[in-house]
């Protein structure tokens, strides 16, 4: 009877695990990418973006990167995506972290950022990562709770590495 429960217990957690890794696969409508995403995630109607919100306030872009056409290092655009996100305030003053990744046909540098804290709106925490596909580069910009990184960087990590070009 004991073997029994426990087989019981390990398969309802399993199931529970199982659910929450459910991830589906949302592609751009015209920019020939697809990322998956964890269920809760919804698209929005925009014509010349990729955007998602979540229920919890997290939202997430990808767009066409604006670079001067003498950019060619996936590094030096995600320095200039950083430095444009200072700018506008979506970072503090405090050292943004680093990551870099890579994927069939693609690389890509980003940072984590803890965004100015204004006192009118939640803490949050901007994820931004600048992606060269062949000559052409994309920024994706994920907007989180303020502690969100520390507890769940695997997990923002693994949705730019699901990045796929062409499905």
Known sequence: MERLIAFGAL???ALGLLSEAHAERIKHPTGGYSLDFPSGWAMEKKK??????HADGSSFEGTLAQLPPDVASVKVAAL???AAALAA???SKEPATE????GPGWNGNGFHCNNRVDGKSRPTQTIAFIVKIKSTFYQFFLFVPRQDWASNREQYLALF??????S
Do not use: P, W
Request: glycine fraction near 8%; aromatic fraction near 12%.
């Open 89 to 91: 305030g979506l970072c």
């Open 80 to 82: 200039m995506a950083r």
């Open 48 to 53: 010349s973006t990729y955007a998602l919100t």
């Open 11 to 13: 398969a309802y957690l």
């Open 99 to 102: 990551f870099e990744l890579a």
């Open 161 to 166: 590495k699901s990045l796929r070009i062409g």
